[in-house]
C-alpha cells in the first residue's frame, strides 16, 4: 500500500446518540479490514438485498480497496461503538 497522506485525525469525531450514547466517527484504518468483512457476512440475505440491491456479500480481498486508502485523494470512514 502506498499511503501519500497522513492519517487525517481531525476527522475523528465522538457523536451523541439519541439514546444518550456515543459512537467515534473516523477515518477507516487498514487494521479495519476484518471488521469491515465481518460487517458483511453478519448481514442477512434480505438486509443485503435492501441496502445493496442484491448485490453478493463482497470477501476479504474486494473489501480491501475501501480501508487501504491514501487520505488524499480519497477516503472512508466508519463508526464505531
Known amino acids: 500500500m ?13 457523536v451523541g446518540l439519541r439514546d444518550g450514547s456515543t459512537i467515534r466517527v473516523r477515518p477507516v484504518l487498514p487494521d479495519d479490514l476484518e471488521a469491515v468483512t465481518q ?11 435492501k ?22 485523494t480519497r477516503f472512508t470512514i466508519v463508526a464505531v461503538a
Open 39 to 49: 460487517l458483511f457476512a453478519d448481514l442477512s440475505e434480505a438486509s443485503t438485498w
Open 2 to 14: 502506498d499511503r501519500v497522506g497522513e492519517y487525517p485525525a481531525h476527522r475523528v469525531a465522538d
Open 51 to 72: 441496502r445493496f440491491h442484491g448485490m453478493h456479500r463482497p470477501d476479504r480481498e474486494e473489501l480491501r480497496p475501501f480501508v487501504e486508502l491514501d487520505n488524499r
